[in-house]
Structure formats: structure tokens, C-alpha cells
């Protein structure tokens, strides 16, 4: 079975994370900015969904049609809508996506609302009431899609356009977008002065660190308000460390983890016996740790909150974080298993549109650790980003 995978604002990190949790039988088909399309995916969608935090919407591929006429998918929309249940409406909607043709996407797009009523009059003749839900530009969002039940329903159909063809899938299930929103605005300790690491990047990292939850301890030694560790007992994870060198940030993760299991609906896994917070240094956490951990998954201190950098300022508080990280990388590889995985968010600072990162290379290599891979992630409107790092622990 072909699958495809709609990407969030950041899709080199959301494909690293959807690679990192299928496997290595998923052989990659067609990608783009805003698509992946894997073969060979074994885990069942709805989990996957759930499991993701960077992918938007997963979907199965029905067929391939040459030229860019959308009206060619036609047949097979009808006949896969008609096999809708569960409700008496049918209710169905297109969305566009360039797999590297984007003037056919404009063409695709021009047919939606023809395509949509021919669809809509050949349906009728099934004797149910038939809505066709239209896109507002070239896709609809998932919002739309989970609350005009479209995955229950008709449909969403999703058309690919390539060079020569359009490829047609159709989704099978989207990011639960009111659990994620729940979870980063509706927990009760948000500390807006120290940072906030946005749950779907926290579940991205965990994600990227390659560990198996049921059967894998992880721990975050730069805790903070418990973002990680609370999605990592959403995962499952066997056993969750969190420390911070801050009392408050501590006592702000106790609260948010018990909040967490007080909301029935989020259905934490990891029984919350099992997750223990401690007042650390990380470059300490040898006295809070006797058994070594399978990954350490963390935000890092970015640095002070700016609207802009000068060049002496910020040589300065590299050299101060530079300092603080290599005590901490240190401490932290001696903590974790062989072959385990590291994988932190680093600054990287604004300046005149440019990003300077800072020099983490050798740090690394003088913790033990290799340097597996790197990816960026920044908002548009932030002055510091965030330099996603993955680290593997040196055998020898």
C-alpha cells in the first residue's frame, strides 16, 4: 500500500520524524515541500496520526492518471464515495498538492467547483443527501476536514500533481488539532518568560531520538514547564525523568503532569508512578541517575528573550551557553546507554536575516557523542530559533 503524508510548517524536520518511526522498509516514492509518499508502511494510520507530531493529514494513494485533467479522477471519487457509512450524508471535498508541477495545481484547483457539482449530481442517484465541502485555495485545512466529517464520510480526495500525471489518494484520518491545542494553551503552568517548547515539536524530538516507548526510559534534564516528559507519558514511555536546575519550573511540571492525567480524554499511557521529576543541574545528574537512560530528549537555555541581536552582545552569550553545554553534554553521555540517542534544541540567533548557530560540533565530539544530523526550526516572527540536533553515544 502506497501512503501519503501531508507536512507541517516544517517538513525536513517531519519527514526525519516520520522516517524515524516507520522504519527502514518504507521506501520513499515522491516528495515535496508539503509531501511525502512512502511505500510499504506497516503501522496502521489512525496510530501513526496519533503517534506524529509534524504530519497534518495521512492518507492511502488509489491510482495514477496522465495529463493534468482532474475530471479524469471523477469515476473513481463516485465510486469510493459511494462506499461512505456510518452516516446517511454523503459528504466529500478535493484538495491540491504539488508533487512538482504547481501550474497544474492552479489547473486542478480552477476544476474543484465543476468536478465537485458533476460529483455531487452523479452521487444523488444513491437516493442520500450529498454536500461537497469546497477549499478555500488549493487544500482544505484539517480543521475542516475533522469537523465536516469528511474521513467518516465521502471523502477528502487529494490530488497530486507531478509532471505528467495526477496521483489520487484519499485521506484517511488528520492531527487531532483541539487535543494539541489543549495541551499547549489549556495546561495550567505556562511559563511565557522562560519559553515554551510547543508540544508537536516536543513529540517531534522524542520522535527523532529513535526509542522504542514501550520498552525505553527517557529522561529531559532541562524540563522546564514538562512539555517533553508529558508527551512522552502520552507515548507510553516505560519510565520519564524530568530535572531542571529551577525549583519553579519543577513544581510547574508536577502540576501539568497531574493536570494531564486529570483530562481523561488525553489518555496519557505511561502509569504516572512512573515519572519522577528532581530539582538538577544537568551537568549533576549523575547523583539523581544510578541506571543509565535509552535517549535524552531536551530543550536546552536559549538565552535571553530579544527583538534583535548586536554582534558583541551576542558573542557573549555564545561563549557563556558554550560553556554550559559542554559541562552538561558531558555529564549527559555518561548517562546514557551504548548506542543510545541524544537529541536536543539548541539556539541559533536572528541577525540581518542570517542564522548563526553556534559552533556544537566539537562539543560533541568531546562528549563521546557523534553528530547524526541537524535541522532548523524557527517561527517567522522569531529572533532566536531552535537548532535541532541529534546525537548518537560512541561505542568505542
Known amino acids: 500500500m502506497q501512503t501519503f503524508f501531508i507536512l507541517g510548517s516544517h517538513p525536513d524536520l517531519a519527514k526525519a520524524e516520520i522516517l524515524s518511526v516507520v522504519g527502514s522498509d518504507s521506501k520513499i516514492l515522491l516528495e515535496s515541500s508539503a509531501v511525502l509518499i512512502l511505500d510499504s508502511v506497516t503501522v496502521p494510520l489512525e496510530d501513526l496520526q496519533n503517534r506524529l507530531g509534524g504530519t497534518i493529514k495521512i492518507g492511502v494513494i488509489l491510482d495514477e492518471y496522465l495529463g493534468a485533467d ?11 464515495a459511494k462506499e461512505a457509512t456510518g452516516k446517511n450524508k454523503i459528504t466529500f471535498g478535493f484538495s491540491a498538492y504539488d508533487l512538482g508541477n504547481p501550474k497544474a495545481v492552479q489547473r486542478i484547483m480552477r476544476t474543484f ?8 449530481q452523479a452521487l444523488k442517484e444513491t437516493e442520500r443527501p450529498v454536500r461537497f465541502v469546497q477549499a478555500i485555495g488549493e487544500a482544505l485545512t484539517s480543521v475542516v476536514v475533522d469537523t465536516n466529517g469528511l474521513c467518516e464520510s465521502g471523502g477528502e480526495f487529494c490530488m497530486f500533481a507531478t509532471e505528467t500525471s495526477i496521483i489520487l489518494g484519499r485521506t ?9 491545542s489543549d495541551r499547549d494553551f489549556g ?3 505556562r511559563d511565557s518568560r522562560s519559553g515554551m517548547l510547543p508540544p508537536k515539536l516536543a513529540r517531534m524530538m522524542i520522535n527523532l531520538s529513535g526509542a522504542n516507548p514501550s520498552s525505553s526510559t527517557i529522561l529531559d534534564p532541562f524540563c522546564g514547564s514538562g512539555t517533553i516528559p508529558m508527551e512522552a507519558a502520552l507515548m507510553g514511555f516505560t519510565h520519564i525523568i524530568g530535572s531542571d536546575i529551577s525549583e519553579k519550573a519543577i513544581r510547574d511540571s508536577r502540576v501539568n503532569t497531574s493536570w ?4 481523561k480524554f488525553l489518555h496519557p499511557i505511561t502509569p504516572k508512578e512512573e515519572i519522577e521529576f528532581h530539582v538538577s543541574k544537568a551537568e549533576e545528574i549523575q547523583k539523581i541517575i544510578t541506571n543509565p537512560v535509552d535517549a535524552i530528549v531536551a ?7 530579544k527583538h534583535g541581536w548586536d554582534r558583541p552582545a551576542l558573542e557573549a552569550l555564545k561563549a557563556e551557553l558554550m560553556k554550559m553545554y559542554r559541562d552538561s553534554l558531558g555529564a549527559l553521555s555518561k548517562k546514557l546507554k551504548a548506542n543510545g540517542t541524544i537529541v536536543i534544541a539548541f539556539p541559533a540567533f536572528v541577525v540581518n536575516n542570517e542564522i548563526i548557530k553556534l559552533p556544537l560540533k566539537k562539543a560533541i565530539e568531546e562528549a563521546g557523542l557523534t553528530l547524526e544530523n541537524a535541522w532548523m526550526y524557527r517561527r517567522p516572527d522569531q529572533m532566536t530559533a531552535r537548532e535541532i540536533v541529534r546525537m548518537k553515544k560512541r561505542t568505542s
Open 299 to 305: 530543550e536546552t537555555y536559549l538565552g535571553p528573550p
Open 113 to 120: 467547483k465543476v468536478l465537485g457539482s458533476e460529483i455531487k
Open 70 to 80: 482532474a475530471r479524469a479522477c471523477g469515476n473513481a471519487i463516485i465510486e469510493k
Open 172 to 180: 484517511s484520518t488528520v492531527q487531532d488539532f483541539k487535543a494539541w
Open 187 to 189: 495546561r495550567p503552568a
Open 260 to 263: 494531564l492525567y486529570e483530562k
